[in-house]
């Protein structure tokens, strides 16, 4: 229904504001128009009742609007030419590194001289670790954020970001920064004042007298690190109150139930669209509603605050997609990317925690059936979404997936988790492995996993024990990890220093501000001696190097790649390959992944099962050709191994 109210109040923002006749501003204007009903309805059900609705849903439009006054000519222009593209962010094109600047290349100004390494292993999307101020020493890696718009000063400034922001840009790379939304700092201007007993702020947190709240909620919240920060609640006792801190005590939930905190926070928002962020990381979004009651994780309340942003964000800075760094089991995963009226419209990416983890699951058991389980959760992924895939990043691995794909894959789940700890926490009879468990709950006796991507291969232990047959199995291991996450479907993301094998990095244990969090032994420290080895042929980062270059340049020519709900499971009669048909029109790729230790055979009867049978095949990979054979002849695929298989006719 047309409501008057809410466009009038627009008409006079926009009036307010100058919004004029020129392209930009009747885009946005037109943008703002056609979201406007939505944005309301979001909002309102959020905050219909609550007594400052109207003044914050003015200072939500406003907020919009000067934001959109504050874009810069280049910006607006590049909007336009993604909008012109479509989906750009399904491409096959790109590919993405994370990466710590600090440990990466001392600051953000070292960055823009790394430009060319990136290019050179086929790199054109870089997410950046969180920079904004963060107390050392209680930092959560740059996830405690003391103040959102300040750049710290370890890496640098904020002009630093923009002109390399400028430099990606002209050079066809895309950057990706994150917001911190559950949570501030305890040093946050927000918290200070809080803990100064200014009512106004104490608002924007959720805090008690005492513990009778406090208590209630506990009854039903799992806590997230267990180890290092158990319990939901801190005393401040500059202010004689306990306050939410669901990560570490130093962290503090922002309530979200106040709308000045969303307004404040979508400032924040499009503040980084401004600066030319492609993709905006939304970090723990799972966590931003809570409710007594509740686990206060995954609630409808979080989705809609996720979709009001989304709406706000392509009002004022379309060309900015959203990642929601949601990592939840197979089934919830998928609300982020909205349901009912808002399928698409909310998240654009979220992390295929699931298949991360069940790569890992079938590399140590040599057995793909617990992946294939999960994939009819995996493929409900609405098209025009994407996934952010990888292998290792700089957070725990969690084998969050659901126990009945265990079970249809005829094992005991708390066995079978039970052996995945082990094995890579290197405790597993034969297991090369060299990780550790992280966020151990004595209660529940659930945990995670650390530890580097080649650690977690057996690299370590093989250059330990000085052995070159380990050493190989190790590279195939990372490699065959890799490849299947570059070929899944979706925005594949490497982690810095997986690039070229980085082992493990044990000198947290040395320094208290690290040593009660072993995520940061898969955070290493780069030393470009190491990294220059790519130059030297046969050096172990060279291999891995090399192979990393040739899977980025296969992907890019490859556009049946790209993620547009194009992914077909195979059944491939072999327990311990992973097969999968990428589809474009009449292209496709055929692609299959051997997840044990030993050669495994595939029968030609698996590609003949999907559409026309291909006579001819083209490994991508080992640069060969096969003719299709006939039912009960086989394709070889070596240990470790993988083939990339696109159909071709004679
Ligand atoms: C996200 C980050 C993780 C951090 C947490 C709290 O999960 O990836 O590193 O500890 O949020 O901000």
Redesign the pocket.
């Known amino acids: 229904m047309y409501d008057y109210i809410l466009h009038q109040q627009i008409k006079a923002t926009l009036i307010k504001f100058k919004i004029g006749k020129e392209e930009d501003d009747l885009s946005f204007y037109s943008r703002l128009i056609s979201n406007a009903s939505a944005i309301k309805s979001l909002f309102d059900e959020l905050y219909q009742y609550h007594p400052k609705a109207t003044e914050q849903f003015d200072g939500l439009i406003d907020t919009l609007t000067a934001a959109h006054k504050k874009r810069t000519a280049v910006l607006h222009k590049k909007d336009a030419a993604k909008a012109a593209k479509g989906l750009w962010f399904l491409s096959n094109e790109i590919t993405g590194m994370s990466l710590y600047v600090d440990n990466f290349c001392d600051n953000i100004s070292n960055l823009g001289g790394k430009l060319d390494y990136f290019k050179k292993l086929g790199v054109n999307f870089l997410h950046l670790m969180p920079l904004f101020e963060s107390p050392a020493g209680e930092s ?2 740059g ?2 954020v003391s103040n959102f718009r300040k750049i710290d000063s370890r890496f640098g400034t904020l002009d630093d970001l923009k002109k390399v922001q400028q430099k990606m840009s002209a050079e066809d790379m895309y950057l990706m920064i994150d917001i ?1 939304l ?2 501030t700092s305890h040093q946050h201007e927000w918290a200070l004042k809080a803990k100064q007993g200014e009512k106004k702020y104490q608002d924007y947190f959720y805090m008690y007298d005492d513990r009778s709240i406090p208590d209630t909620f506990e009854q039903t919240m799992p806590e997230v690190f267990p180890e290092a920060a158990p319990g939901n609640f801190t005393f401040i006792p500059e202010c004689g109150k306990w306050v939410m801190t669901v ?1 570490h005590k130093y ?1 503090w939930d922002l309530n979200f139930s106040n709308p000045a905190v969303l307004v404040e926070m979508l400032d924040v928002i499009l503040f980084y669209a401004n600066l030319g962020v492609d993709v905006l990381r939304i ?2 979004p799972a966590f931003i509603w809570k409710q007594i009651g509740t686990t206060c994780q995954n609630l409808p309340r979080a989705h809609t605050i996720l979709r009001l942003l989304k709406q706000c964000v392509q009002v004022a800075s379309p060309g900015m997609a959203l990642l929601g ?1 949601a ?1 939840v089991a197979p089934k919830e995963i998928m609300n982020y990317f909205g349901t009912s009226n808002f399928i698409a419209k909310e998240c654009d990416f979220a992390y295929n925690a699931t298949q991360m983890a069940l790569q890992w699951d079938a590399l140590a058991t040599g057995d793909t059936r617990v992946m294939l389980a999960a994939q009819h959760e995996l493929l409900k992924k609405p098209y025009g979404t994407s996934w952010i895939t990888y292998t290792r ?3 725990d691995i969690g084998l969050g997936y659901d126990d009945y794909m265990i079970q249809q894959a005829s094992f005991n789940p708390y066995q079978h988790r039970g052996y995945l700890k082990d094995f890579y926490s290197g405790n597993a009879v034969g297991s090369t492995a060299m990780g550790a468990l992280f966020a151990v709950n004595p209660k529940t006796q659930d945990a995670r996993i650390s530890g580097t991507l080649a650690s977690l291969c057996g690299l370590e232990k093989a250059i330990i024990n000085n052995n070159e047959a380990e050493i190989n199995t190790a590279i195939n291991r990372i490699i065959v990890m890799q490849a299947c996450t570059f070929f899944i479907g979706g925005l594949p993301m490497l982690f810095y220093g997986d690039e070229v094998g980085y082992t493990n990095d044990y000198s947290y244990l040395d320094n208290s501000a690290k040593s009660y969090d072993n ?1 940061w032994m898969h955070r290493p420290v780069i030393d470009w001696d190491k990294n220059n080895n790519i130059d030297t042929e046969g050096s172990i980062e060279e291999r891995i190097f090399s192979a990393l270059q040739l899977l980025n340049s296969i992907r890019k020519k490859l556009p049946m790649v790209a993620d547009y709900s194009n992914l077909t499971w195979l059944s491939p009669y072999n327990i311990h390959v992973a097969g999968f048909l990428r589809q474009l029109d009449e292209q496709r790729l055929f692609c299959f992944f051997n997840f044990k230790n030993e050669v495994a055979y595939v029968d030609w009867q698996v590609v003949k099962e999907k559409g026309n049978p291909p006579a001819l095949l083209f490994d991508h990979w080992q640069k060969r050709e096969y003719i299709v054979g006939r039912d009960k002849e086989y394709l070889i695929v070596e240990p470790y191994s993988f083939c990339l298989l696109e159909a071709r006719q004679r």
């Open positions: 959560d890696g996830y405690a911190v559950n949570h990560f962290q970090d723990a760094e990592i990043c700089h957070d995520r």
